[in-house]
């Protein structure tokens, strides 16, 4: 049937931990979400996120690289459940409830181009999982492999 359009209450529970070490920084986060819908409890889900980020500081390798960096980074977020899915990208709508998780491993390469300016490039890849039994060749399809890059330039003060 179609899904819920209004929330009874949402739950999150959730932490990170940020480890620095010279030139190093690890973060790392993890949570639960408990989502009620307000008609029934069909769509009523638990969707678990994690994050996992590295961040080297090129200047390890060279003082030239000066503040440049290499990220590595993570992230999922789901029911990681075989028989419970949700919608968890309003872009994938043709996918609809029956996904499990939504996860995405990223790579970028910042560098800074003045005082308050940084320059990042990024390539990620994201994958969806889907529920067991999903025999629909369009939602498989809607459901692909993704690749991503990505370009900014970010001012900060």
Known sequence: GPGP????????LGGDAVFHLPDVRLWLSYGDTHINSAHGTSYDRNLLYWLAELVFQLRAVSPRLGSSYL???????GTYSNRKGYLLDFR??????????????????????????????????QRINLVD????????????????????????F
């Open 5 to 12: 359009n209004k929330l009874q209450n949402l739950t999150i």
């Open 71 to 77: 990220a590595l980074r993570g992230s999922g977020l």
């Open 92 to 125: 994938y709508g043709d996918v609809g409830y029956n996904m499990t998780s939504l996860e995405t491993l990223a790579i970028a390469l910042g560098v800074p181009i003045g005082d308050h300016v940084t320059m990042k490039v990024q390539y990620a890849f």
């Open 133 to 156: 039994g999903v025999t629909d060749d369009e939602i498989k399809e809607a459901a692909s492999d993704a690749n991503f890059f990505g370009a900014e330039v970010g001012v900060h």
